[in-house]
């Protein structure tokens, strides 16, 4: 059973779209459990009914006209109760309803199972049977897993079937992907897709410019890849039993024969790029063979996918990716690299689209950096056929519309015009001071990563730096950066805010920023080898950037140094004591570096129960909400899954945070916050409310608190965290905050798109 599901959901993840997908289902269900008929019916969200969308066993003209309210019908009580419904005879039941074009009047037996995706339903999978039969418990639990492990793909192919017009019609068109938010802002482009390489479902289509270049590339992959096969098969020649031999057989024949290099010739000579059309036949073969009934040659799907693997990989590694970045481009990827971002020239880039990945992903944080609108955990997506199409990017709800219709561009055109009106109204804060107006002062500190960061940080005015990643130098590069080199970063990150202060914090790898050349592969990397913990393994690297940092400060005197995800009090001293070592052996060296002040991240929930010794052995802290949220809250802050789970308005949140400001406070220590709340207008409102007078934040998000600081009193701050403590629910909490943003004329700070 468990292979025959495997393999039905293989198939369907496979399926160019809604319509052929949902074909599969219907078939493959109804052999599997052997019935007479399967349906599947789907929500319409905007008509309110179930639309019967493909069928085996009914009439195949009733497919798109048959539809029902969701009171009505069997198929209507299915979604409304969400749980299966299980008749010997269906038409006794007074739900039943006759839909004389189905020709069902013949089955008797009726099962039906409501397809569920985060607690919607969009549908409803039925089976029936002309015998009147209860369905046994193995076939009702078959039919549930199915339908629960559909319910993805459907959801996704439904909303992304209308890319190539695929799908059937009566479901929305245009009613957007809903995502998690990742940079706010709005934004309308054109897609450009990027892939890891070697990623042969990433590939998009794309026309070329030159066919028998294209020929000529493929060409001459399929003969790098032959002679590398012929090499592999001779080095193990005697050393694999012979039969295992035969694979290599069968790469060559695969390689040699006139369908798969044929047919991709094909669609190259049709006007598609070499990968694209690999990526086209490669998929076909696969479906042909995931289909076959027979075990072995079901099996030789992972051989096709395998050459084509290594063929896309030849073809990349000898044309590399030298495409023209048009203007208005929207980065699409499945998990978008922080080179892939810097890689687009700034002036070209609008927006970001990422299948993976949430709100507090680091290319999340990156795009509030660059202020580019993003959104995150898109979901499966076949996000080859997405290139060249037009997209709307809402960073404030978390939406994407693909190929928009010129009603909502229409809107989204006017959103770009009003944000583009208070960006140039808020611009004229600059110079004036982040004060309440009953006089509260608030220091807001930029967060900064790129070199890019650093002009917009000083565009906008800030009182320096609060948190500097300095990971990004790392990720970019194909080694760990040098001393010297490092020293170069740092020294201009503090040149261009000296003499205000700059928080370097030291590297904080590990979790979601891995490095290429220093691959971590972990189960559970946010509780693993990150950050400090790492660094801390690898005395060897953490002296290179200590000493990096401390001669990056000779003359300046504005550095402060942080250490990162510290939930021990021994990786306080020893991370000291390297820090140190660093400026004795400097010193030795004749440099006059001095010890700077040093701080640590509160960002581990152990850190808050032993803040008190923590205290006495740093100069200052600063509290990291984004890893405290997810580490309190146990979600993971890249999951999309749970990405409703995550919200640092929670309560438990705040009122760890009241709890940890206090402690900081009665020990008379500097407290920052530097996690995403504290750019939040909300988050930053009860953060001052409870009495951290340092914030910061991207950029992009200065000048917006700048404006709320400066519409607020103090005093409404105060009341709004007295009632905010009360609640029970991170909802209640939002709205609170909403609503008071609102009546104070802040709303367009918070706009959720459309
Ligand atoms: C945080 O965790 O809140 C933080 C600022 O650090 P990072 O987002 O880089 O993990
Ligand atoms: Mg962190």
Redesign the pocket.
């Known amino acids: 059973m468990l292979d025959t599901l495997h393999r039905i959901v293989q198939e369907v993840n496979a399926a160019r779209g809604l319509k052929h997908a949902l074909g599969i289902i219907v078939r493959r269900v109804a052999e599997a459990m052997n019935v007479d008929v399967c349906s599947v019916y789907l929500l319409d969200q905007e008509a309110g009914e179930y639309v019967l969308m493909a069928t085996l066993g009914l009439n195949p003209d009733a497919v798109g006209k048959v539809r029902l309210q969701p009171h009505e019908g069997l198929v209507g009580l299915v979604g409304e109760r969400a749980e299966p419904i299980n008749l010997d005879n269906a038409d006794q039941h007074p739900r039943f309803r006759y839909f004389p074009e189905t020709g069902e009047e013949r089955f008797h037996a009726f099962l039906g199972v409501p397809i569920i995706h985060f607690r919607q339903v969009l549908g409803v999978l039925v089976v029936q049977q002309q015998a009147a039969r209860q369905f046994d418990d193995d076939e009702v639990a078959f039919l549930m897993t199915m339908a629960a492990q559909l319910s993805g793909a459907i959801a996704h192919s439904e909303l992304s079937g209308g890319i190539d017009g695929l799908r059937d019609d009566g479901l929305p068109h245009n009613s957007g992907l809903q995502a998690i938010p990742g940079a706010p802002g709005v934004a309308i482009g054109r897609a450009l897709v990027v892939y890891a390489s070697a990623d042969l479902n990433a590939v998009p289509d794309r026309r070329s410019d030159d066919p028998e270049q294209e020929e000529a590339a493929f060409l001459a992959a399929v003969q790098a890849v032959r002679e590398e096969v012929r090499r592999l098969a001779d080095s193990l020649a005697g050393a694999i039993p012979a039969e295992e031999q035969l694979l290599f057989d069968t790469y060559l024949r695969l390689l040699d024969g006139s369908s798969l290099v044929g047919e991709t010739l094909n669609l190259i000579r049709q006007g598609n790029w070499a990968p694209g059309a690999l990526r086209q036949t490669i998929d076909k073969y696969i479906r042909a063979f995931t289909e076959m009934e027979d075990p072995y040659l079901s099996e030789r799907a992972s051989d096709i996918r395998d050459i084509g693997r290594r063929l896309l990989m030849r073809l990349q590694k000898d044309s590399g990716d030298q495409r023209e970045i048009p203007p208005n481009t929207i980065l699409v990827g499945y998990e978008i690299s922080a080179s892939q971002l810097v890689e687009i020239p700034r002036d070209r880039l609008v927006g970001i689209m990422s299948v993976r990945g949430s709100g ?1 992903s680091h290319v999340a ?1 990156l795009a509030r950096a660059m202020g580019v609108p993003a959104v995150m955990g898109v979901g499966k997506l076949p996000i080859g056929r997405l290139e060249g199409k037009q997209l709307i990017v809402d960073g404030y709800a978390g939406r994407v519309y693909i190929q928009p219709s010129p009603t909502i561009r229409q809107e989204y055109r006017r959103l770009i015009r009003e944000e583009a009106a208070l960006t140039a109204e808020l611009r004229r804060l600059r110079d004036l001071p982040a004060v309440t107006p009953d006089g509260v002062r608030v220091r807001l500190y930029a967060n900064t990563g790129l070199v890019a960061d650093l002009n917009s940080s000083r565009e906008v005015g800030c009182d320096g730096v609060g ?1 500097h ?1 300095t990971e990004f130098p790392f990720m970019i590069r194909d080694r760990f950066p040098g001393e010297e080199e490092q020293a170069t970063i740092y020294r201009q990150v503090l040149q261009a805010f000296a003499p205000l202060p700059v928080v370097l914090r030291t590297l ?1 790898i590990g979790g979601d920023k891995p490095l290429p050349y220093f691959p971590i592969t972990e189960e559970n990397p946010f509780l693993g080898w990150r950050g400090i913990r790492l660094t801390l393994d690898h005395p060897e690297i953490f002296l290179t950037q200590l000493r990096g940092m401390l001669r990056a400060d000779i003359g300046l005197g504005n550095l402060r140094v942080m250490f ?1 995800m510290i939930s021990n009090l021994d990786e306080v001293e020893q991370a000291m004591a390297l820090l140190q070592r660093a400026r004795d052996e400097l010193q030795d060296e004749g440099m006059p570096v001095t010890m700077p002040p040093v701080g640590v ?1 509160i ?1 581990v929930p152990a850190a808050l129960f032993q803040l008190e010794d923590l205290l006495r052995r740093v100069d200052f802290v600063s509290v ?5 949220t997810q580490y309190l809250l146990a979600v993971d802050r890249n999951n999309p899954r749970v990405g409703k789970l995550y919200d640092d308005l929670h309560p438990a949140v705040l009122r760890a945070l009241a709890m940890l400001i206090r402690t900081v406070q009665g020990q008379g220590k500097p407290i920052s916050v ?2 995403s709340m504290a750019g939040d207008p909300a988050g930053a409102l009860l953060l001052i409310a409870l009495g951290v007078n340092d914030l910061s934040m991207s950029a992009a998000s200065i000048l917006r608190v700048k404006r709320v600081v400066r519409s607020v009193p103090y005093r409404q701050m105060q009341e709004l965290l007295a009632q905010a403590l009360t609640m029970q629910t991170p909802a209640q909490v939002r709205a609170l905050m909403n609503a008071a943003l609102e009546e104070a004329g802040l709303g367009s700070l918070v706009r959720a798109g459309l």
Do not use: F, Q, V
């Not at 990291?624 to 405290?628: K, V």
């Open positions: 507090n944080i948190l990643r904080d990162p991240m960002e990291g909400t984004n890893d405290l530097c996690g």
